[in-house]
């Protein structure tokens, strides 16, 4: 496990851009090997998505050949699919059989190379709200009041128009990845952070269960190491700069 503790959430943003730039290029991806990339919904990735938009207006990375899977997707919305872009489907009649389909289209794509994630300030990733599974694969999820909450802004600010339901990722189907990256920013998820790295794995904060993946790298700003201990601070910093 890295933790990456850079100055600001703009820094920060562009460091996951160029990992996740990096790790395409290095990668070689053609007609015959795709690049599988998972992608997290939410405010906290933006800033890596508009870094990794001006780095194809650029010409520094194509996406040619990346196939990437959608975290989640709240239940009676939709969005198109094509090959290259895969969401699971909140508007279809039959919500697990789409769950069970994307689990297939992930087996069928090779596995995702790299899955991004980023968390809720109670430590959930994707909507694997707090209690979920450490194990649990694509399914329906009842969102947590605090995530209704917390995004309504994404709905003008109104809770009546928050979906109370989605389909999402599990945290086995991320775990799958061979590489997994979670970015965590701000002041507010400050604890969730500490929960993630500095406590045991625990199913009340699904975020912790990345510390059991062989391959996994937390991308923060200074903000998010407030309830973190000093010394945890200075070792990761530390180990950057070897």
Same mark, same amino acid.
């Given at each position: 496990?890295?933790?990456?503790?850079?100055? &600001?959430? !703009?820094?920060?943003?562009?460091?996951?851009?160029?990992?996740?730039?990096?790790?395409?290029?290095?990668?070689?991806?053609?007609?015959?090997?795709?690049?599988?990339?998972?992608?997290?919904?939410?405010?906290?990735?933006?800033?890596?998505?508009? $870094?990794?938009?001006?780095?194809? $207006?650029?010409? *520094?990375?194509?996406?040619?050949?990346?196939?990437?899977?959608?975290?989640?997707?709240?239940?009676?919305? %939709?969005?198109?699919?094509?090959?290259? $872009?895969? &969401?699971?489907?909140?508007?279809? !009649?039959?919500?697990?059989?789409?769950?069970?389909?994307?689990?297939?289209?992930?087996?069928?794509?090779?596995?995702?190379?790299? /899955?991004?994630?980023?968390?809720?300030? *109670?430590?959930?990733?994707?909507?694997?709200?707090?209690? %979920? %599974?450490?194990? !649990?694969?694509?399914?329906?999820?009842?969102?947590?009041?605090?995530?209704?909450? =917390?995004?309504?802004?994404?709905?003008?600010?109104?809770?009546?128009?928050?979906?109370?339901?989605?389909?999402?990722?599990?945290?086995?189907?991320?775990? *799958?990845?061979?590489?997994?990256?979670?970015?965590?920013?701000?002041? &507010? #998820?400050? /604890?969730?952070?500490?929960?993630?790295?500095?406590?045991?794995?625990? &199913?009340?904060?699904?975020?912790? =269960? /990345?510390?059991?993946?062989?391959?996994?790298?937390?991308?923060?700003?200074? *903000? =998010?190491?407030?309830?973190?201990?000093?010394?945890?601070? #200075?070792?990761?910093?530390?180990?950057?700069?070897?």
């Amino acid at each position: 496990m890295k933790l990456i503790i850079l100055d &600001h959430y !703009s820094q920060a943003s562009e460091w996951a851009a160029k990992y996740i730039r990096n790790r395409i290029i290095q990668f070689n991806p053609g007609p015959d090997k795709y690049f599988t990339l998972g992608l997290p919904t939410g405010s906290t990735p933006l800033g890596c998505y508009k $870094k990794l938009i001006e780095y194809y $207006k650029n010409g *520094d990375l194509s996406f040619k050949y990346v196939k990437t899977f959608n975290m989640d997707e709240y239940v009676g919305e %939709s969005h198109l699919t094509n090959v290259l $872009k895969v &969401h699971p489907c909140g508007s279809t !009649s039959d919500l697990q059989a789409e769950c069970d389909a994307f689990e297939e289209k992930i087996k069928a794509a090779g596995g995702i190379e790299l /899955f991004v994630g980023g968390i809720g300030p *109670d430590g959930h990733i994707a909507f694997n709200e707090p209690g %979920s %599974s450490l194990v !649990s694969r694509t399914r329906v999820k009842t969102l947590a009041m605090d995530t209704i909450l =917390a995004n309504a802004r994404f709905f003008d600010g109104k809770l009546a128009n928050v979906p109370t339901m989605a389909l999402t990722v599990g945290v086995g189907t991320v775990m *799958d990845a061979r590489e997994v990256m979670i970015l965590i920013t701000g002041a &507010h #998820k400050a /604890f969730a952070l500490y929960k993630a790295i500095e406590e045991g794995v625990n &199913h009340m904060w699904t975020v912790s =269960a /990345f510390q059991q993946h062989p391959r996994t790298v937390f991308v923060c700003d200074e *903000d =998010a190491t407030l309830e973190l201990k000093v010394k945890t601070v #200075k070792y990761f910093k530390g180990y950057v700069l070897l």
